[in-house]
């Protein structure tokens, strides 16, 4: 009874953890589109901060409990390499897509209002225009197609996984202490979206980009969602999942060899006591 008390509140975590990265996270993309003047126009390196500080505070909400994966390729990642049992992979994935689903909803709640007077001003419509879909999931930037995109995420994710199993190394020595590692997965994330993320909104978790597409789809996009336009749903999964797998890998086989190992503790002959005194007296 403990155990399956303590894989569900493994769930919960999972699902909590996405729903607060894609609440503050979604909720900063709609400061950037909803409003003009944005006060992030001019200042995108603010958005990418809020992006990273929204997945820092969810490891530190929920890392006691499930270790925050909060994102599939993350747990794929680490079935595959740190023994992380596979009969948890999909049930997780599950929980972290919901709590995308669940997160959208409330960015939904908070800005329906002004969600519906851009497409009014703007003369967008959700079903045909996919108006301000950008808000919830990704979409490609400006002169990337879809194949071009998928690379794009193999790439960024591969780079991501290759940091957190660095973070996360217990041979690692420049490892972050005190629990500071959330603060540089954090950064790790905003410096990503910084550096790429105008390519297609950096998804790097399927989990972020098909549960609030998945909610959108319900709440009127449509089409616009799913499949969206050129088929471009299934990009940000594919390629975080692919990514995932070859920067955890490459982690493991390039750099977690060579760490300085443990050194094993030193035996003390214990002598015999008349051995012993005689080495006294000698």
Known sequence: MFRNRQFIGELISEFVAVFIIIVIGDSVAAMYTLYDP????????????????????????????????????????????????????????????LGGMAGAAIVYVLYAPVIDHFNQLHHLDRLHDGGVAGVFFTHPGDFVTPLHALVDEAILTAILLFGIFAVTCEYNTQAPQANSGALVIGLLVAALGGSAGYLEA???NPARDLGPRLFCFLAGWGPSALPSPGAFWWVPIMGPLLGGVVGAGAYQILIRPYMPRRQPPVLVETLPASDAAIRRSS
């Open 38 to 97: 944005s006060p992030y126009k001019t200042a995108y390196w603010g958005v990418c901060i809020v992006w990273g500080l929204g997945v820092t505070i969810a490891i530190y909400v929920t890392g006691a409990v499930s270790g925050t994966h909060a994102n599939p390729a993350v747990t794929l990642a680490l079935a595959l390499y740190r023994g992380f049992p596979w009969r948890k992979v999909l049930p997780y994935s599950a929980v972290q897509v």
């Open 202 to 204: 950096w998804a790097l």
